[in-house]
């Protein structure tokens, strides 16, 4: 057990990158009553980013990258591809945003694009449940970074919305089947 509904003071398992550091993941902070029922939950904070010319269509072009500012959960051992996995935790966030998720070695080692879904915060809190399975390319093989493919970490795509919110998480837990043997990551 991990720490996942963020009542304990230890966050190993969570980290958060803003694009304004040095793209270095470091640990987030447990900020007291902002989880779900005025319990403790983890708050991460993404950036205004900027408007910086048109596309042919008209629309705005922003500066940076929807992953400028990830949330990432770290399991505490890898997990092979194809392994089915169940993903649950309680979300809100001070605006309304779209977040898309996903497959990291350690955080910041991409392999993956959209590994636990694409949640939908809301200034509510709602409860996330993904059910899928660890993606194909998480097979350990060497990615074009020189580390290994080992699916290890979940990241969220904070910076989607482009405008500084601040986003909250709490009771997460993840449920990993291995051969029909269920392995609850309760973080």
Not at 61 to 90: H, N, S
Not at 138 to 154: P, Q, W
Request: hydrophobic fraction near 30%; proline fraction near 3%.
């Amino acid at each position: 057990r991990l720490n996942g509904d963020m009542e304990g003071d230890d966050v190993r398992c969570f980290y958060t990158k803003n694009a304004d550091g040095n793209g270095q993941p470091v640990i987030s902070t447990i900020e007291d009553g902002i989880g779900t029922n005025g319990s403790r939950g983890i708050c991460v904070k993404s950036l205004d980013r900027e408007v910086n010319g048109v596309d042919d269509n008209g629309n705005d072009t922003y500066e940076g990258q929807d992953w400028d500012a990830q949330f990432f959960i770290r399991l505490p051992q890898a997990v092979p591809a194809g392994t089915p996995i169940k993903v649950t935790f309680d979300y809100m966030a001070d605006n309304d945003a779209n977040v898309d998720t996903q497959s990291h070695n350690e955080p910041g080692q991409y392999i993956h694009w959209a590994c636990a879904g694409s949640p939908d915060f809301t200034t509510e809190w709602k409860t996330w449940e993904y059910v899928g399975k660890v993606a194909d390319e998480c097979d350990g093989s060497e990615a074009d970074g020189g580390y290994l493919k080992d699916f290890h970490t979940i990241a969220f795509n904070l910076s989607k919305n482009k405008i500084a919110t601040n986003f909250y998480f709490d009771n997460i837990k993840i449920e990993i089947n291995y051969s029909m043997r269920c392995h609850l990551f309760e973080l």
